[in-house]
């Protein structure tokens, strides 16, 4: 028996409505903050992701897509948004429309990870990004869209923590006191971690080893080594965190796992989760559009796993709506009828009616089975004898009498009943 391929899962009809209610509220607060909709193909050229992310991320170390198509160009799945938008950028010369570029998307993204519960090979983001603008005022926009959209999901109680990382200017001084820190405790780290020290030093401070983490507790901060354009950014992003008035503090250790930021990053973290405890997270990418091959150009964004927003809906009780229901189910007594209620299930659809039936080949009893497990406001049924006079039987499923209605008005009597 073939399955779906490990790490990835399908969206079963009875998953539709729930998802589709979470990609509705994506969209609708996108929109309420001037975000504009998006799509970039699914692939991109691998040289985008190897560039902006960076080499040294596990994310392109270890995780990518990656093959060569039939003209031997080297193409990946897209393992995240954020560069393949920028590229786009470029592309299109949106540095001459207004800046910043405020702009969306949504859709599956692919990383050979270790699946476990909220982490997938195929999975989904919300995401946003505001390009061409250095201000503050961007930053706090964002972070606070991403808390909004967790708020009137019904998320209980995210932590938001918040960072400053520097910039090209102060991070080299940080990453090298970084570096001569740990090497002081070279010993004591775990493998992953001294192979990194020389190439990435600032992933040791996520390492999720106990030992690595107790050394980096006490590992230099980085907002002790911000240049002044740096901390002064910082102290007025965090004015303007403290008015929005949502709480958040400083995560020292937090650097996210993508080599294209600098100053600002964020995460949103829910409280009752273990492992894949991130919900969101994003922050500024100053050099991104540069390393690309643009004029330097200022950035920031956010993104959102939707299968982990539904992990922790699912935890808080969310119950999705109920699937859509058919309004009509039209039943056809004896093969004579069949052409006709075909006909006539196809006229209603055409008027704009949910419509299911008719099944051929089934005894009434067999139909009026699957009309009610449709869920069917209504049977239309369609006998010898109704056909003659030109009428159909309008029999409500979930109590009240049936009635004989003409067949020409069988439509607006669905319509005025829904
Ligand atoms: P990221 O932290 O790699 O950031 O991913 C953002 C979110 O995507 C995570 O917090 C998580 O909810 C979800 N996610 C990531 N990997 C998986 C996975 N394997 N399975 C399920 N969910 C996952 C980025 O991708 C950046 N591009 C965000 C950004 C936008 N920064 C600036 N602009």
């Known amino acids: 028996m073939y399955r779906a391929p490990r790490g990835m899962q399908d969206i079963l009809p009875d998953d539709q409505p729930e998802w589709h209610y979470l990609l509705d509220r994506c969209a609708d607060i ?22 902006g992310v960076g080499e040294t991320t596990d994310v392109v170390e270890k995780e990518m897509y990656t093959f060569l198509d039939k003209g031997e160009n080297s193409l990946t799945l897209r393992p995240e948004f954020t560069a393949a938008i920028c590229r786009a950028y470029l592309e299109h010369g949106m540095a001459s429309w207004p800046q910043p570029v ?40 964002v972070i606070d869209m991403a808390g909004l959209l967790y708020e009137e999901l019904g998320i209980p109680r995210t932590s938001l923590l918040v960072n400053s990382i520097g910039d090209e200017a102060c991070r080299p001084s940080y990453v090298a006191a970084l570096r001569d820190y740990f090497a002081r405790h070279l010993g004591d780290l775990c493998a992953d971690c001294r192979g990194r020290l020389e190439r990435n ?36 992003l965090s004015r303007y965190l403290d008015r929005l008035g949502r709480p958040w503090q400083v995560d020292h250790r937090l650097v996210r796992g993508l080599d294209y930021y600098t100053r600002t990053v964020f995460e949103y973290q829910p ?25 330097p150009t200022p950035g920031i964004g956010f993104a959102t ?33 069949a052409a006709d ?18 099944v051929g080949g089934r005894g009434v009893k067999g ?20 056909l003659a006079a030109g009428e159909a039987q309008l029999k409500p499923l979930q109590g009240g009498e049936p009635r004989m209605v003409p067949l020409w008005r069988i439509a607006d009597a669905l319509t005025a009943d829904t």
């Open 30 to 51: 996108a929109k309420r903050y001037g975000y504009r909709r998006i799509d970039t193909p699914i692939v991109e050229s691998t040289d985008v992701f190897l560039r």
């Open 367 to 386: 139909q009026m089975r699957q009309a009610n497990a449709s869920g069917a406001r209504y049977a239309v049924i369609l006998g010898p004898d109704e």
């Open 102 to 141: 405020r702009l969306y998307s949504i859709g599956p993204l692919f990383r050979y990870d270790r699946p476990q519960a909220g982490r997938y090979r195929q999975f989904h983001q919300f995401n946003v990004e505001a390009i061409g603008e250095a201000d503050p005022t961007v930053d706090a926009e």
């Open 271 to 295: 409280h009752d989760v273990g492992g894949q405890s991130t919900i969101g997270g994003g922050g500024r990418y100053d050099g991104l559009i540069a390393q690309l091959g643009g004029r």
């Open 201 to 236: 030093p600032l992933r040791l401070l996520d390492c999720k080893n106990s030992v690595c983490q107790r050394i980096g507790d006490d590992a230099p901060r980085s907002v002790d080594w911000l240049c002044d354009a740096c901390a002064s950014h910082f102290a007025t």
């Open 305 to 337: 796993g939707l299968e982990r927003i539904l992990l922790n809906l699912k935890k808080a009780g969310f119950e999705a709506p109920p699937p859509a229901r058919p309004v009509a189910y039209v039943v056809a007594i004896g093969e004579e009828t």
């Open 341 to 358: 209620a075909v006909a006539l299930a196809a006229t209603l659809r055409r008027r704009g009616i949910p419509t299911a039936g008719p």
